[in-house]
């Protein structure tokens, strides 16, 4: 199996791609979407925190992180990109904006990815053993303490792959993410970790747990008397479906092609990678919608007009 580790930043881009999307299209694109994104988080942030049973339900603890994530990749990472796609330069070309670019762009990411793993993982035991988290202490050890360490370990990764002095990394201030990468993609250990782990095993374990998941959730419909706890397993069900496949559907071709050009071709899949890493990011920028979409009652606060009630009174005949 061969590898071009030493290819990695030079070959990630066709810069005479047929499928490269245009800067003024990309700008349009990152544009409209990112506004919208903006202000969906912010709503559906303020009604997972502001009303207390919704803030305290475990099931919707990774999703107000991911919102958290996202909304920092929203204001941050994808203004970062549009600015590029305007002016054809970063701005202000400084090392310090590329290292932070690339620690949200990258880090962030993957943190999605991994989050979603164990959001995944955990939703059979909130469906299915909810007896696990039935006290504070068992909610501690298989909630809590699960989440902050995901949430360390990926700060740490990046902390160290990005901002520690274990290479030299080289700032392309005229290129898009000021060249992609940072120096480390040159290092077989992280890119190992950040490809194979973060990466391609997320997206296997997702749907993984995803697919049992729903298997098991069909399954318990026809064991399940009561009409309320169905529903509720449902909800939880399609919640989660819907951001694994959100995840999968956008990052499964991308994770492939650079696996492929990783360990196999390095020049594989270099017309259509351009395109596929642009698409990448409609992850972040769908994903307000999606945990909009699993809280119907939200929908109620959408209406603009709401029915008018009828007053019943009483009439007093006139003397």
């Given at each position: 199996m061969n590898s071009s580790w030493d290819n990695i930043t030079l070959t990630w881009?066709?810069?005479?791609?047929?499928?490269?999307?245009?800067?003024?299209?990309?700008?349009?694109?990152?544009?409209?979407?990112?506004?919208?994104?903006?202000?969906?988080?912010?709503?559906v942030l303020y009604h997972l925190l502001s009303e207390r049973q919704a803030r305290n339900a475990l099931h919707n603890h990774i999703p107000i992180i991911l919102l958290f994530l996202a909304s920092a990749i929203e204001?941050?990472?994808?203004?970062?990109?549009?600015?590029?796609?305007h002016t054809g330069i970063v701005y202000p070309s400084t090392p310090i904006l590329c290292l932070i670019w690339w620690f949200i762009d990258w880090g962030f990411y993957y943190t999605i990815a991994v989050l979603l793993v164990f959001a995944s993982f955990e939703r059979h035991i909130l469906?299915?053993?909810?007896?696990?988290?039935?006290?504070?202490?068992?909610?501690?050890i298989f909630h809590y303490?699960?989440?902050?360490?995901?949430?360390?370990?990926?700060?740490?990764?990046?902390?160290?792959?990005?901002?520690?002095?274990?290479?030299?990394?080289?700032?392309?201030?005229?290129?898009?993410?000021?060249?992609?990468h940072a120096c480390y993609g040159t290092i077989p250990f992280f890119v190992t970790v950040e490809e194979f782990v973060f990466g391609a095993a997320s997206i296997?374990?997702?749907?993984?747990?995803?697919?049992?998941?729903?298997?098991?959730?069909?399954?318990?419909?026809?064991?399940?008397?009561?009409?309320?706890?169905?529903?509720?397993?449902?909800?939880?069900?399609?919640?989660?479906?819907?951001?694994?496949?959100?995840?999968?559907?956008f990052s499964l071709p991308f994770t492939i092609i650079y696996l492929v050009r990783l360990y196999g071709q390095s020049d594989w899949g270099g017309e259509v990678l351009p395109?596929?890493?642009?698409?990448?990011?409609?992850?972040?920028?769908?994903?307000?919608?999606?945990?909009?979409?699993?809280?119907?009652?939200?929908?109620?606060?959408?209406q603009i007009c709401p029915a008018r009630q009828q007053r019943v009174g009483v009439i007093v005949p006139h003397a």
């Open positions: 881009y066709s810069t005479d791609s047929d499928f490269e999307v245009k800067p003024i299209l990309s700008f349009w694109l990152f544009l409209i979407f990112d506004v919208g994104a903006i202000i969906c988080t912010i709503f204001w941050i990472d994808i203004p970062f990109h549009l600015q590029y796609f469906i299915f053993h909810s007896h696990l988290v039935a006290t504070r202490r068992k909610r501690l303490i699960p989440i902050l360490i995901i949430l360390l370990l990926m700060c740490t990764f990046y902390v160290v792959a990005i901002f520690a002095p274990i290479c030299e990394s080289t700032f392309a201030y005229d290129e898009d993410l000021c060249g992609v296997c374990l997702i749907a993984i747990f995803s697919l049992t998941l729903l298997v098991r959730v069909i399954q318990q419909k026809h064991r399940v008397h009561g009409a309320i706890q169905w529903k509720k397993q449902r909800k939880l069900a399609i919640q989660m479906i819907s951001l694994s496949l959100l995840y999968m559907t395109l596929f890493f642009f698409l990448s990011y409609f992850t972040i920028l769908l994903l307000p919608y999606v945990c909009l979409s699993n809280l119907p009652d939200l929908w109620k606060k959408l």
